[in-house]
């Protein structure tokens, strides 16, 4: 077989804000359906405990008041480049999935000008022009979508080494009158990713995409608060919760089948499942779906690594969190060794999903 390009990651980072925001921090909130209309006969200990035995978030991160997306990227890129043992300065392309782009403490405005990538480059004083910025704004696949277009970027041969980061800060766009506000939290995480000349596929050896807009779209848009007295001029993320797990339950083990078709591998080759941390009931269900596409119904124990339950829902930040939390060895009894086929996926507003088949 003659040698390919593969994308490879070569080392992996994370920023997890130190600020931890328990369950018990919504105690004293006042909660509001969409039609705008108190909650009633439900306390808040209730509200809560039903959140919780629906998604299994127990606690969250929160940044501290003085830090920006942009400032925990660059702190997950830090992490990183030591990780690979590479200098930032190396660096070709910085692509940052996010979402709001940088939103200042006490103002729910998004700030994109410039792009995030920039802001980045900027506060990593990394001089060289020909290190291009890139942002992808792609909803909580951002990240994934991101690797997709570091790959095109490596195998083209126009870039040889990049980071590619998913950063997001939710806890400033979140309506605190919404139930939905419990799910957000920030983070940010980073890999580096490098071209490799390989007679046998290892990286990213394949991927599939898509994007429901038509019906889909407004699963997951901004909106005003719930409370209509919070003032009409804020908008906040908004989320048809019932309408988006039965999107992502009927929609991605699909896609996951069509990404492991196109490596030419089977789920039985597959040791870990890296899935978006948007709900662990939904991810759960996801899992369950694609083992019953392929007629299987013991699912392996510790497939699919889970984080949500200690960090939340940071978007586009949980998929590479949560690798580099496995990678450096941070969770009991999850690991990836060298040759193990691995799934990197997600999925989250627009709809869109993506799939990654990864070789170590």
């Given at each position: 077989?003659?040698?390919?390009?593969?994308?490879?990651?070569?080392?992996?980072?994370?920023?997890?804000?130190?600020?931890?925001?328990?369950?018990?921090?919504?105690?004293?909130?006042?909660?509001?359906?969409?039609?705008?209309?108190?909650?009633?006969?439900?306390?808040?200990?209730?509200?809560?405990?039903?959140?919780?035995?629906?998604?299994?978030?127990?606690?969250?991160?929160?940044?501290?008041?003085?830090?920006?997306?942009?400032?925990?990227?660059?702190?997950?890129?830090?992490?990183a480049?030591?990780?690979?043992?590479?200098?930032?300065?190396?660096?070709?392309?910085?692509?940052?999935?996010?979402?709001?782009?940088?939103?200042?403490?006490?103002?729910?405005?998004?700030?994109v000008?410039?792009?995030?990538?920039?802001k980045?480059?900027?506060?990593?004083?990394i001089?060289?022009?020909?290190?291009?910025?890139?942002?992808?704004?792609?909803?909580?696949?951002?990240?994934?979508?991101?690797?997709?277009?570091?790959?095109?970027?490596?195998?083209?041969?126009?870039?040889?080494?990049?980071?590619?980061?998913?950063a997001?800060?939710?806890?400033?766009?979140?309506?605190?009158?919404?139930?939905?506000?419990?799910?957000?939290?920030?983070?940010?995480?980073?890999?580096?990713?490098?071209?490799?000349?390989?007679d046998?596929?290892?990286?990213?050896?394949?991927?599939?995409?898509?994007?429901?807009?038509?019906?889909?779209?407004?699963?997951?848009?901004?909106?005003?608060?719930?409370?209509?007295?919070?003032?009409?001029?804020?908008?906040?993320?908004?989320?048809?919760?019932?309408?988006?797990?039965?999107?992502?339950?009927?929609?991605?083990?699909?896609l996951?089948?069509?990404?492991?078709?196109?490596?030419?591998?089977?789920?039985?080759?597959?040791?870990?499942?890296?899935?978006?941390?948007?709900?662990?009931?939904?991810?759960?269900a996801?899992?369950?779906?694609?083992?019953?596409?392929?007629?299987?119904?013991?699912?392996?124990?510790?497939?699919?690594?889970?984080?949500?339950?200690?960090?939340?829902?940071?978007?586009?930040?949980?998929v590479?969190?949560?690798?580099?939390?496995?990678?450096?060895?941070?969770?009991?009894?999850?690991?990836?060794?060298?040759?193990?086929?691995?799934?990197?996926?997600?999925?989250?507003?627009?709809?869109?999903?993506?799939?990654?088949?990864?070789?170590?």
């Amino acid at each position: 077989m003659s040698k390919q390009t593969y994308t490879r990651i070569i080392g992996t980072g994370s920023y997890l804000p130190p600020q931890i925001i328990k369950n018990s921090y919504f105690l004293n909130h006042e909660f509001y359906e969409p039609s705008k209309t108190k909650i009633e006969g439900k306390t808040n200990e209730e509200i809560i405990q039903k959140f919780k035995e629906i998604t299994n978030i127990e606690e969250r991160r929160y940044v501290a008041d003085d830090q920006l997306t942009s400032d925990i990227a660059v702190l997950a890129i830090q992490d990183a480049c030591e990780s690979a043992g590479i200098s930032q300065d190396s660096l070709d392309f910085i692509i940052i999935g996010h979402n709001f782009g940088d939103i200042n403490h006490g103002n729910v405005r998004t700030d994109v000008l410039p792009g995030l990538a920039n802001k980045v480059k900027m506060k990593l004083k990394i001089k060289n022009p020909s290190c291009i910025c890139h942002d992808v704004i792609s909803g909580c696949p951002g990240w994934t979508q991101a690797m997709i277009v570091a790959d095109a970027y490596i195998k083209s041969g126009f870039m040889k080494r990049g980071v590619v980061v998913g950063a997001d800060v939710l806890s400033r766009i979140s309506d605190p009158h919404d139930r939905d506000s419990m799910i957000y939290a920030d983070g940010a995480g980073a890999t580096i990713v490098e071209g490799v000349e390989s007679d046998e596929p290892t990286g990213i050896i394949a991927h599939s995409s898509r994007s429901d807009s038509v019906k889909f779209a407004n699963l997951l848009t901004l909106g005003e608060s719930n409370n209509p007295n919070f003032g009409s001029n804020e908008l906040f993320i908004k989320m048809a919760g019932r309408k988006l797990y039965i999107y992502a339950i009927t929609t991605v083990p699909g896609l996951v089948k069509e990404s492991l078709e196109k490596a030419g591998l089977e789920l039985a080759d597959i040791k870990k499942i890296f899935i978006h941390q948007a709900n662990e009931k939904m991810d759960e269900a996801i899992l369950s779906n694609l083992f019953k596409l392929y007629g299987e119904k013991n699912i392996p124990e510790g497939i699919m690594p889970m984080s949500i339950h200690r960090l939340g829902n940071s978007s586009t930040a949980t998929v590479p969190t949560l690798l580099d939390l496995v990678m450096k060895g941070k969770m009991e009894g999850q690991e990836v060794n060298k040759g193990d086929y691995t799934v990197l996926c997600s999925v989250g507003a627009g709809m869109n999903i993506n799939s990654i088949v990864y070789k170590w």
